[in-house]
């Protein structure tokens, strides 16, 4: 089945430590997302990716990093720049750059928890 | 003012109610608009989209008001399985790259 993994699923880390969050797809997807939600925000973007070896800031990327070395993966590296790392972190892929269907694919997320 | 603005309820009602809650959007010039579906602590899903003239997909109504710079999604005969958080989300205006914006959600609890 096609699809976007993520993993872990839940990370605890101390706080000033780096962590990198994975996700992969299959559905041979073009552009990939990273997004944060928190309670009672909506979905923040924080970096997204049109096509390999490309990507662009989002809303909240600050304290993030990405790479996109190949078409399926698209990880994110919290740093411990990141003043509030605490958060659900949603992977999302698309057929094209942000489609007008509005349509997104989202993996299942990593919640991230920093102690 | 928040660009997408949603109720975040919850919403308690008996299974087969029919519910309807909205979402108001700030830019008038917004040009696409969506329902997401979220389960708790689950990813979000597409549940459909709005046109301008309405859209249903079985239990499911969704309008949009331009005038009132609102939407609206309308649930006939609500299961219990409905429950689930309703993600409005927004395509602003033309020049902001199609960037979708997601609102708070609105939180639906479907009950015996």
């Known amino acids: 089945d096609g699809g976007i993994t993520q993993s872990p699923k839940y990370l605890f880390r101390k706080e000033g430590q780096n962590v990198t969050l994975s996700c992969e797809q299959n559905?041979?997807?073009?552009?990939m997302y990273w997004y944060r939600q928190d309670p009672g925000q909506g979905l923040r973007l924080i970096y997204y990716?049109?096509?390999?070896?490309?990507?662009q800031k989002g809303d909240i990327a600050e304290g993030y990093s990405v790479s996109r070395e190949k078409k399926e993966s698209f990880p994110l590296t919290v740093t411990s720049a990141q003043k509030n790392p605490t958060a659900f972190y949603l992977c999302?892929?698309?057929?094209?750059?942000?489609?007008?269907?509005?349509?997104?694919?989202f993996g299942e997320g990593s919640r991230l928890t920093v102690l | 003012r928040k660009e997408v603005e949603q109720d975040p309820g919850p919403f308690n009602v008996p299974e087969g109610a029919t519910v309807a809650f909205n979402c108001t959007y700030s830019?008038?010039?917004?040009?696409?608009f969506f329902w997401y579906r979220q389960d708790c602590r689950k990813e979000p899903k597409l549940l459909m989209s709005?046109?301008?003239s309405g859209n249903e997909d079985g239990r499911f109504t969704a309008q949009l008001n331009r005038a009132s710079q609102y939407i609206s999604l309308l649930i006939r005969d609500s299961k219990l399985s409905d429950s689930a958080t309703y993600l409005c989300?927004?395509?602003?205006?033309?020049?902001?790259?199609?960037?979708?914006?997601f609102g708070t959600g609105t939180q639906l609890k479907v009950e015996l």
């Open positions: 999302a892929s698309s057929i094209g750059w942000f489609p007008n269907t509005g349509e997104l694919f």
């Open positions: 559905l041979n997807h073009d552009a």
């Open positions: 990716s049109q096509i390999v070896n490309d990507f």
């Open positions: 830019n008038s010039a917004s040009q696409s």
């Open positions: 709005v046109y301008s």
């Open positions: 989300v927004v395509i602003p205006a033309p020049g902001g790259g199609n960037k979708l914006t």
